[in-house]
T-cell receptor, first 113, second 115 residues
Framework: GDSVTQMEGPVTLSEEAFLTINCTYT??????LFWYVQYPGEGLQLLLK?????DKGSNKGFEATYRKETTSFHLEKGSVQVSDSAVYFC????????????FGQGTILTVHP | DGGITQSPKYLFRKEGQNVTLSCEQN?????MYWYRQDPGQGLRLIYY???????QKGDIAEGYSVSREKKESFPLTVTSAQKNPTAFYLC??????????????FGPGTRLTVL
């Protein structure tokens, strides 16, 4: 079945450092890929998405590129801020009508001033 | 403002009691979902519904039940048969009919604690 694997956390960075959170997936067909962010005590917010190979999703300085050859969708940001501290989830949705999301286990990011 | 509301934010239940979590959306979305989140884990799908009066079991449906009598509402009942109900429950919705590319939007969640 479908699965998503994220790099193990937690990740701790200083403000303005470069961020990479790795995400790889296993799926049949052509899934859509997502990054969601969760702030403490809140629901998930969509950060970015990509729906086909080589697409780049971007939002708020975050970027991720859909790499079918390496089955990856790594999240990057050039300069993190304290306000980026949150849990980040990589997820995939198969090319079916009901749109079930399969999530990775989440990566906790803490950014220090 | 359009969005998804869940109530209550915090819920406490005694063992052996059923409890119902509310989820309402005014996004005019056809599909709705319930997920469970446990510490250090990703979200797992409990139930989903693509249309009114129809719903399907997800990966961990045992001990849960749902109904979909109205397009905007998808309540989840956690029954006494659920062995480990303490968790964070998230509701989501999506406009259906366009495959898996549409985005799921999430509510703020309900934290259920069994005492």
């Amino acid at each position: 079945g479908d699965s998503v694997t994220q790099m193990e956390g937690p990740v701790t960075l200083s403000e303005e450092a470069f961020l990479t959170i790795n995400c790889t997936y296993t799926a049949t067909g052509y899934p859509s890929l997502f990054w969601y962010v969760q702030y403490p005590g809140e629901g998930l917010q969509l950060l970015l998405k990509a729906t086909k190979a080589d697409d780049k999703g971007s939002n708020k300085g975050f970027e991720a590129t859909y790499r079918k050859e390496t089955t990856s969708f790594h999240l990057e940001k050039g300069s993190v801020q304290v306000s980026d501290s949150a849990v980040y989830f990589c997820a995939l949705s198969p090319g079916t009508s009901y749109g079930k999301l399969t999530f990775g286990q989440g990566t906790i990011l803490t950014v220090h001033p | 403002d359009g969005g998804i509301t869940q109530s209550p934010k915090y819920l406490f239940r005694k063992e052996g009691q059923n409890v119902t979590l509310s989820c309402e959306q005014n996004l005019n979305h056809d599909a709705m979902y319930w997920y469970r989140q446990d510490p250090g884990q990703g979200l797992r799908l409990i139930y989903y519904s693509q249309i009114v009066n129809d719903f399907q079991k997800g990966d961990i449906a045992e001990g849960y039940s749902v109904s979909r009598e109205k397009k905007e509402s998808f309540p989840l009942t956690v029954t006494s048969a659920q062995k480990n109900p303490t968790a964070f429950y998230l509701c989501a919705s999506r406009s259906a009919g366009t495959g898996g590319t549409d985005t799921q939007y999430f509510g703020p969640g309900t934290r259920l604690t069994v005492l």
